[in-house]
Structures are given as structure tokens and as C-alpha cells.
């Protein structure tokens, strides 16, 4: 894959503080983002207030939600926000367009990262829509390890896309089960095998 180093002479750094946010709906997209340092966090939020993570950016990626606004002069359907300090090389419109049409390595960067965020995507949709919370659930905490978990139960809500009520019935069926161990604001997973195995069971 092309290193996104070598395009740093056709846009400038950015930098933000940790849980800033960096876009939301209706704003426009102004240039191409390849993030250099940090994570950036991407959700949707429903018209009740309900939140689910799409995606992370990590280092060396672009987001393909600013990639989509920028090729299709939309807004910003969803929110960004840093996780951590963030810092990320910024395209402008201009010079994006024209390394697109010239260069060959950096708009093999570009779709490639777009179509293998695509497929992330359509991943989420398909555990969304085909598979029970407590499958996804169990699936997500195995994917974790054994070990502590600091996070609410309202932000893992917000991670697969349901209500915190749901998480919290989920997570002390669990702990009935002596696969993890609730506490205020975490939680230890002790069985992480055992929740993978429930994970691949049948969701009828």
C-alpha cells in the first residue's frame, strides 16, 4: 500500500484534543483526512437519541465518511470524535481531486481503503440485522480476552447499536453464568472462551 507520508507536501496538519469533535451532520467536507496520530471514533445517532459506533480511524487510515462527502459535495451524515489527541494530514479539495485524476499509488490508497471500510460496514448492518444482541455481545467481549474492561454499560450500548437496558439484562446474564464479573463502571471477563462458544451458537 502507498505510503501516506509521501503526500505531505499537498496538505497541512491538523491536531485536536482528546473527545473533541471533528464533525458532525450537516457539516461540509473540505478535505481528505489520513489520520497520523491518535484514533478518531465515528457514530450514527438515530431522531430517539440512540447512538452506535460505525467505525474507529486509526493511524494510517482515512475516514469514509469524509472520503464520500468530498467525492459527493454532501454534508456530514454522522459525528467524529477524538479518541485521545488526535493529529491527521488534511487534503485540500483541490489538490485531493487532482492526485486522484494524476497519481496512480494514491488513488489505489484511497479506494482501497474505501472499499475495505465499505465491507466493515456492511458487516455491522449484517450483525444488526441477522444476529441476536446477546450473540453480538458475546462475540464483541471474547473478541476482548480475559481480563478488565473499563467502560459503562452505556457505552458499550452505544458500541453495538442498542439500549443500555439491553446491555445491562445481557451482561448479568453473563455474570450468572460465571463468564465475567460486574462492577461500577467495568467489568472482568473471566470466560472468555466460553463466550466466544455462545457467540457462534444458533441465533433461531
Known sequence: MTDPARYTAHGHTISAPDGACLFQPGDESRA?????????????????GRTMVLYRVHEGESCVMTTSCLMGSRPYSGYGYAEGPVEALAIGDDAFRRLLAEDAGFREMVFEGFTRRLG???????????????????????????????MTQQEIAQELGTAREVVSRTLKSFEREGWLALGRGRFDITDADALAVHAKSSVT
Open 32 to 48: 481528505f483526512l489520513i489520520v497520523t496520530k491518535g484514533h478518531v471514533r465515528v457514530e450514527q445517532t438515530n431522531p430517539e
Open 120 to 150: 466493515e460496514l456492511t458487516d455491522v448492518i449484517d450483525a444488526l440485522l441477522l444476529h441476536r444482541t446477546d450473540l453480538r455481545l458475546a462475540a464483541w467481549l471474547a473478541a476482548r480476552g480475559n481480563g478488565r474492561c473499563e
